[in-house]
């Protein structure tokens, strides 16, 4: 059984996590399918959106604690440069909407992999732990990067001290999220979601999280130059051109992601 199921439907491809006895804990074969799988969205085309959730009653439980204890313990090295660093870069820079839909506990790095996300939705019964602390770790996996930024310094330093379980509803009051739905709600909704995005001007969402990303460390001053230089570039793709004719024309446009 893969450990992660990939579908494609209507422009969206869907990556679940797929080790739910483990509740989706991520070993060296789980790290690289993910990889496997952003390089899939990224060199197709017609995938235009990505949505990530877990099989079972978990999103993930962050690194299979099995794999670095035991006789032959994987190196924490190998597991950073080669199994999560790689993904987080791979989320960041896919030019295409990634959603992340929690179904269920995300811990660790499991955590900080939705955080990196460009839409977070949860089920109501969903909870975020940065577990770290309680076995003697840093956050990892961007965690100490993108929750700051989320939810503020002062909170993110005590949930990453502290361990502490923050519910699905907490995490939306403090913008750590973006919404919650009931849990037999999250999948339609999260499906339409990235559907609707997969509907939407591909090429102008990927710059839009390209100008998002640079933000993050850029003068107020370079990101205004930056988002000159990227609309010149949205202001050239088909799909502007579709969307003013469509509004011009008064009706409904037809992206094509070009
Ligand atoms: C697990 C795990 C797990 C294996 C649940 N591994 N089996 C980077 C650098 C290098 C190395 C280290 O890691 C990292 C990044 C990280 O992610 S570090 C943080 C690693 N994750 C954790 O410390 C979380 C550990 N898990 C938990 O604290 C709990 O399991 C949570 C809070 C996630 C869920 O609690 P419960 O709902 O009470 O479920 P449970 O504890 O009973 O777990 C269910 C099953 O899943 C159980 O298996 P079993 O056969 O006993 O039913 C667990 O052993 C297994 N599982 N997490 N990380």
């Known amino acids: 059984m893969s450990t992660i199921i990939q579908q494609v439907r209507a422009g969206?491809?869907?990556l679940s996590f797929n080790r739910p006895e483990k509740y989706n804990a991520f070993n060296?074969?789980?790290?690289l399918a993910l990889q496997e799988g952003l390089d899939l969205a990224k060199n197709t085309d017609s995938i235009r959106s990505v949505l990530i959730?877990?099989?079972?009653?978990?999103?993930?439980a962050g690194q299979d604690l099995g794999e670095v204890t035991g006789d032959q313990p994987a190196s924490f090295d190998v597991i950073l440069s080669e199994h999560y660093n790689p993904f987080i870069e791979r989320i960041r820079q896919l030019e295409k909407p990634v959603v992340a839909a929690v179904n269920g506990v995300a811990a660790g790095a499991g955590a900080n992999i939705a955080l990196c996300c460009d839409i977070v939705v949860a089920a109501e019964s969903a909870t975020f732990i940065q577990a770290f602390s309680k076995i003697g770790l840093i956050p990892d996996s961007g965690g100490t990067f993108f929750l700051p930024r989320l939810i503020g310094f002062q909170k993110a330093t005590a949930l990453?001290?502290?361990?502490?379980?923050v519910s699905s509803?907490?995490?939306?009051?403090?913008?750590?999220i973006y919404r919650v739905f009931a849990d037999d709600q999250l999948?339609?909704?999260?499906?339409?979601l990235a559907a609707t995005l997969a509907q939407m001007p591909t090429k102008a969402l990927g710059l839009t999280k390209k100008a998002l990303n640079a933000s993050l460390h850029n003068s107020w001053h370079e990101q205004l130059a930056y988002e000159d230089k990227l609309q010149q570039k949205a202001a050239h793709t088909e799909d502007y051109q579709e969307g003013v004719n469509a509004f011009m024309e008064k009706r409904k446009p037809v992206f094509k992601g070009q």
């Open 12 to 14: 969206v491809l869907q």
């Open 28 to 31: 060296r074969e789980m790290a």
């Open 53 to 60: 959730t877990g099989n079972g009653k978990a999103f993930s």
């Open 160 to 165: 990453m001290m502290l361990g502490e379980k």
């Open 169 to 176: 509803a907490e995490a939306e009051r403090i913008g750590m």
């Open 187 to 192: 999948m339609p909704e999260a499906e339409q």
